[in-house]
C-alpha cells in the first residue's frame, strides 16, 4: 500500500522558513493529487496546499504567498516551501491524499 513519509519539520523563530519533504513509496503511480495538511490538538485536520489532477493547485488561505508546494515525480517526492512563519502555523504536518491515507505528520513549531 502507499506510504507517505514527512520530514523537515523543527522548532523556527516566527518569520523563519522551512521546508518539509514527503517520501512517497508504495503502490502509487503519481504524485499527482497529493498534498499538505496540518493539525493541531482539538482541531479537524485541515488542507494546506494540493495538486490537483487538472495540473492546477489550491492553496488555504492563510498560507497563500507565503507557502509554496512542489513535487519531483522522478525522486517520487513532494515539497512544502514555507516562508514568513508564524506562531500560528504550529501544527503537525502531513502529507497524503484528499481522502487519506496520510504519513505520521512532521512537527511544526514556531516560537521565539
Known amino acids: 500500500q502507499v506510504q507517505f513519509m514527512e520530514s523537515g519539520g523543527g522548532l523556527v523563530q516566527p518569520g523563519g522558513s522551512l521546508r518539509l519533504s514527503c517520501a512517497v513509496s508504495?503502490?502509487?503511480?503519481?504524485?499527482?493529487?497529493m498534498g499538505w495538511y496540518r493539525q493541531v490538538p482539538g482541531k479537524q485536520r485541515e488542507l494546506v496546499a494540493r495538486?490537483?489532477?487538472?495540473?492546477?493547485?489550491i492553496y488555504a488561505d492563510y498560507v497563500k504567498g507565503r507557502f509554496t508546494i512542489s513535487r519531483d515525480n522522478a525522486k517520487r517526492t513532494m515539497y512544502l516551501q514555507m516562508n514568513s512563519l508564524s506562531p500560528e502555523d504550529t501544527a503537525v504536518y502531513y502529507c497524503?491524499?484528499?481522502?487519506?491515507?496520510w504519513g505520521q505528520g512532521t512537527q511544526v513549531t514556531v516560537s521565539a
Open positions: 508504495g503502490s502509487i503511480n503519481s504524485l499527482s493529487n
Open positions: 495538486f490537483m489532477w487538472s495540473g492546477s493547485t
Open positions: 497524503g491524499l484528499p481522502a487519506g491515507p
